[in-house]
């Protein structure tokens, strides 16, 4: 199987070093630009993010897939605040219309401070047997022949039905974030992609194993994407100073304590030392709280793209990168890192 790019889209130029990139306003114009160069870049597809705060995210996506012509778009969805039989038939109207450009993530949501902000009062456990449902009804809706039943926890439906059909077969792909212990089985019963941080390669082959585990008891087997920020430079010192400048610009995280189990893992892997396997460089994602996905890989090109492969040799068929300097980083690595990862996985 073909190793999947993945970069990520905002909406607006964030200031300074760039933990986040779907904060703001919207500047259409930049959106555009961002979405296009990542295109050019020869990325697969590219993350629209999701907050209690950030623009709608199938909207930015329709919009940005009306001004591109080849590159596919993760849609990062909530459950709990769209039926489930409506999302669907939201994520199958977008992806006829842009003829199989459409991947749903599934972000349960890890913050309760998140959740309450779009008056979701749900505790974090039921918030993933929620989900569970939720995928479940929106797996009937997208495959389902004729109007079907539905009763549960927390949804209930009588004869629901969806005249469309994904342009995608058997639906669109479900990404799944969450490594919860709750999270482990609703991922391992429903996702197509888990995504995880990126990690230590044995930290990321241990939580793999955990969850084949958990995803043969459904008779399934997900396919696995990393998220990573890679610092690359002509040189290896270079592509140090450059890490520790950009540290410097990040400053110290002063927010709360993380209540996201994927968060507290990326600041467990800090705790436990600055680099892991020759380049993974962790204060970034210490300084940052372990919020987005900020576990960095160091080096040059070559060196970075090397760290890449090592864990597809593990198994990871997809990564997600990007940088602080968002669409200028994503230009750079269309010229310097992804052919070198498409020349070593050319023959997938």
Same mark, same amino acid.
């Given at each position: 199987?073909?190793?999947?790019?993945?970069?990520?889209?905002?909406?607006?130029?964030?200031?300074?070093?760039? =933990?986040?990139?779907?904060? +703001?306003?919207? *500047?259409?114009?930049?959106? @555009?630009?961002?979405?296009?160069?990542?295109?050019?870049?020869?990325? *697969?597809?590219?993350?629209? +993010?999701?907050?209690?705060?950030?623009?709608?995210?199938?909207?930015?996506?329709?919009?940005?897939?009306?001004?591109?012509?080849?590159?596919?778009?993760?849609?990062?969805?909530? &459950?709990?605040?769209?039926?489930?039989?409506?999302?669907?038939?939201?994520?199958?109207?977008?992806?006829?219309?842009?003829?199989?450009?459409?991947?749903?993530?599934?972000?349960?949501?890890?913050?309760?401070?998140?959740?309450?902000?779009?008056?979701?009062?749900?505790?974090?456990?039921?918030?993933?047997?929620?989900? *569970?449902?939720?995928?479940?009804?929106?797996?009937?809706?997208?495959?389902?022949?004729?109007?079907? *039943?539905?009763?549960?926890?927390?949804?209930?439906?009588?004869?629901?039905?969806?005249? !469309?059909?994904?342009?995608?077969?058997?639906? =669109? &792909? @479900?990404?799944? +974030?969450?490594?919860?212990?709750? /999270?482990?089985?609703?991922?391992?019963?429903?996702?197509?992609?888990? /995504?995880?941080?990126?990690?230590?390669?044995?930290? =990321?082959?241990?939580?793999?194993?955990?969850?084949?585990?958990?995803?043969? #008891?459904?008779?399934?087997?997900?396919?696995?994407?990393?998220?990573?920020?890679?610092?690359?430079?002509?040189?290896?010192?270079?592509?140090?100073?450059?890490?520790? +400048?950009?540290?410097?610009? @990040?400053?110290?995280?002063?927010?709360?304590?993380? #209540?996201?189990?994927?968060?507290?893992?990326?600041?467990?892997?800090?705790?436990?030392?600055?680099?892991?396997?020759?380049? $993974?460089?962790?204060?970034?994602?210490?300084?940052?709280?372990?919020?987005?996905?900020?576990?960095? $890989?160091?080096?040059? &090109?070559?060196?970075?793209?090397?760290?890449?492969?090592?864990?597809?040799?593990?198994?990871?068929?997809? =990564?997600?990168?990007?940088?602080?300097?968002?669409?200028?980083?994503?230009? #750079?690595?269309?010229?310097?890192?992804?052919?070198? !990862?498409?020349?070593?996985?050319?023959?997938?």
């Amino acid at each position: 199987m073909a190793f999947n790019v993945l970069g990520m889209i905002g909406v607006a130029p964030q200031e300074g070093a760039a =933990v986040h990139v779907i904060g +703001g306003g919207i *500047d259409p114009d930049y959106l @555009v630009r961002f979405t296009a160069a990542h295109e050019h870049a020869g990325f *697969d597809a590219v993350l629209v +993010g999701y907050t209690s705060a950030s623009a709608e995210g199938f909207q930015v996506a329709q919009f940005a897939a009306s001004h591109t012509d080849r590159i596919s778009f993760l849609v990062a969805h909530r &459950p709990g605040f769209v039926a489930p039989t409506l999302a669907a038939r939201k994520a199958a109207t977008f992806d006829n219309l842009t003829r199989g450009r459409l991947m749903i993530h599934i972000i349960t949501g890890g913050s309760g401070f998140e959740q309450r902000r779009d008056g979701d009062f749900v505790g974090h456990d039921e918030r993933y047997a929620r989900t *569970d449902e939720y995928i479940t009804v929106m797996k009937k809706a997208w495959t389902s022949e004729t109007p079907f *039943d539905f009763e549960g926890r927390y949804y209930a439906f009588e004869r629901a039905f969806s005249e !469309i059909r994904c342009h995608q077969t058997p639906h =669109v &792909p @479900v990404y799944f +974030g969450g490594v919860s212990p709750p /999270a482990l089985g609703v991922g391992a019963k429903h996702a197509d992609w888990y /995504a995880l941080f990126g990690e230590s390669r044995g930290n =990321v082959w241990e939580m793999m194993a955990t969850i084949n585990q958990h995803a043969a #008891e459904f008779d399934r087997q997900p396919r696995y994407q990393l998220s990573f920020r890679p610092i690359i430079a002509d040189t290896e010192s270079a592509a140090w100073d450059k890490a520790e +400048g950009l540290l410097t610009e @990040v400053g110290e995280y002063s927010g709360r304590v993380p #209540e996201a189990e994927t968060a507290k893992r990326l600041l467990r892997l800090a705790e436990s030392g600055e680099i892991h396997d020759e380049r $993974l460089w962790t204060p970034l994602a210490a300084a940052a709280g372990g919020s987005g996905n900020t576990t960095a $890989l160091v080096g040059t &090109p070559a060196q970075v793209a090397d760290a890449i492969l090592a864990y597809r040799q593990l198994g990871v068929d997809g =990564v997600l990168i990007r940088g602080f300097d968002p669409l200028n980083d994503a230009v #750079e690595y269309g010229r310097e890192l992804i052919p070198r !990862i498409r020349e070593a996985t050319s023959d997938d």
